[in-house]
């Protein structure tokens, strides 16, 4: 009897297991999805600007980051108005930082 029990226990202990193991896939699908995007996005600028490899990196970091900011918005169902431009600011804000002028010129052609 005692065998018993335990078993069923165990048994609950994994369904309930179950959701959560679920969930941090889904988490673990998104973040290889938004890297994957971010390192794509690099790789063409990198390409249609001629940035160094610190500047590469530099980039890599702000475009993982935009993207994992617009993830997080298309996952909320009620959006502040705003906060797209904000993003989509703060973004062009790091791309001057980072690159110079007549690179940063080239960004923004290749971002229209």
Not at 30 to 45: F, G, P, R, V
Not at 86 to 112: A, C, G, P
């Amino acid at each position: 009897m005692k065998k018993v029990i335990t078993l069923c226990l165990f048994v609950f202990a994994l369904v309930l297991g179950t959701p959560s193991a679920v969930a941090q896939n889904t988490k673990l699908v998104d973040k290889i999805e938004i890297n994957s995007q971010a390192a794509e996005k690099t790789e063409a600028l990198r390409k249609f600007i001629k940035f160094n490899d610190t500047q590469r990196d530099l980039v890599y970091e702000a475009l993982r980051e935009y993207t994992q900011a617009n993830f997080s918005i298309k996952d909320q169902t009620v959006v502040e108005e705003g906060v797209v431009e904000k993003i989509e600011t703060e973004l062009e804000t790091r791309m001057k930082s980072i690159l110079n002028d007549e690179q940063f010129e080239r960004y923004k052609v290749f971002s229209e």
